[in-house]
């Protein structure tokens, strides 16, 4: 079956920690996209890439990094730069344009200890 | 610019009560798609609806019902007979097309409307 794989579910960081979010689509989307979702809070843009080895900053990029090497993997890096990264991490991936909207990953739960 | 509002933050209602979801958008585009998601506690968003600017008839499915009025620029979700499963966070989104001036072909989402119902 198709669909977006986001691993892992719950994830521990300690300050001062760099840590990687991993996200793999086998849907053949061309677009993909990282949204993080703070408790009562909507969804807010990371980074999202529209084409491999090409992506774009969202609205609240800083702290945070990507990469897209391959079609089916957008990464997502939490910095230590990031000074409030506990929240909900959501990938979703899209075929070219948003016009077939969205497919959702399961999300990641980050949390700093 | 885009823009979707979703004025209601959270609603309360008892198991077998209508309630409807209400959803306003803001596009220069004269093409453009809206959709309807479901968050449940486990996170993942469910998609429930994808409707597009040319077909204004109203949608059902089961207890659901979508209402989309291009006059007012509403695209309302009613849910009829409510149950506890209904609990979950819902996002109305519309498509910014991609090749517009300014558009970068992403979704643009409210920001939610919490919905609780209660047995």
Known sequence: ????????KYLFRKEGQNVTLS???????????????????????IYYSQIVNDFQKGDIAEGYS???????SFPLTVTSAQKNPTAFYLCASSPSGANYGYTFGSGTRLTVV | AQKVTQAQTEISVVEKEDVTLDCVYETRDTTYYLFWYKQPPSGELVFLIRRNSFDE?????????????????SF?????????????????????NRGLPGNTGKLIFGQGTTLQVKP
């Open chain 2, 76 to 96: 309302n979700f009613t849910i009829t007979a409510s149950q506890v499963v209904d609990s979950a966070v819902y996002f109305c989104a519309l498509s910014e």
């Open chain 1, 1 to 8: 079956d198709g669909g977006i794989t986001q691993s892992p």
């Open chain 1, 23 to 45: 996200c793999e689509q086998n849907l053949n989307h061309d677009a993909m996209y990282w949204y993080r979702q703070d408790p009562g809070q909507g969804l807010r843009l």
């Open chain 1, 66 to 72: 990507v990469s897209r090497e391959k079609k089916e």
């Open chain 2, 57 to 73: 008839q109203n949608e059902i499915s089961g207890r659901y019902s979508w209402n989309f009025q291009k006059s007012t620029s």
